[in-house]
């Protein structure tokens, strides 16, 4: 059963060079049970760039973001946690298999990278009231099967 939809709207505006991308988005995810919904947002510069290695072997990728990357709240305002300021991963594939990640630079506050990407299950889910088992059933806003 999908109990959770989605709507929202991006912007995205693209550089002259690299990989570098701006960004603002706005994404409110609503349980069609209960009605309950927390909104994600987030603002500004993400960037990706190989530094080393070709993309048919081992390379690796600086992905960096400055800004706001996410913003979880509340339908009424109340800010459940809040990543901000310049996060950058050094991330090796083999090909197009992901090899390793870690943090390269950390001028936060960014608890999502600090709890190693649990928070946002451990916040949404309850805040949503859906249950542990059912962080698999987000649904999209167009998708109205139950």
Not at 29 to 50: L, P
């Given at each position: 059963?999908r109990?959770?939809?989605a709507?929202g709207?991006q912007?995205?505006?693209g550089?002259?060079f690299g990989?570098a991308?701006?960004?603002?988005?706005?994404?409110e995810?609503?349980?069609r049970?209960?009605?309950?919904?927390?909104?994600v947002s987030?603002?500004?510069?993400?960037?990706d760039t190989?530094?080393?290695?070709d993309?048919?072997?081992?390379?690796?990728?600086?992905?960096?973001?400055k800004?706001?990357?996410?913003?979880?709240q509340?339908?009424?305002?109340?800010?459940l946690?809040?990543?901000?300021g310049?996060?950058a991963?050094?991330?090796?594939?083999d090909?197009?298999?992901f090899t390793?990640?870690?943090?390269a630079?950390?001028?936060g506050?960014h608890?999502?990278?600090?709890s190693?990407?649990t928070l946002?299950c451990?916040?949404v889910?309850?805040?949503s009231?859906?249950?542990?088992a059912g962080?698999?059933?987000?649904?999209s806003?167009?998708?109205?099967?139950r």
């Amino acid at each position: 059963m999908r109990v959770l939809s989605a709507r929202g709207s991006q912007f995205e505006r693209g550089f002259a060079f690299g990989t570098a991308r701006q960004l603002l988005a706005a994404q409110e995810m609503i349980n069609r049970d209960n009605g309950k919904s927390v909104i994600v947002s987030g603002a500004g510069q993400f960037t990706d760039t190989t530094i080393s290695g070709d993309s048919e072997h081992v390379h690796t990728h600086p992905f960096t973001s400055k800004g706001l990357p996410s913003k979880v709240q509340t339908a009424h305002g109340s800010v459940l946690f809040r990543d901000a300021g310049l996060i950058a991963f050094g991330v090796v594939f083999d090909g197009d298999a992901f090899t390793s990640s870690e943090v390269a630079i950390n001028k936060g506050p960014h608890p999502e990278a600090d709890s190693d990407f649990t928070l946002f299950c451990d916040t949404v889910v309850p805040c949503s009231g859906l249950s542990r088992a059912g962080r698999s059933e987000f649904g999209s806003a167009g998708d109205h099967r139950r």
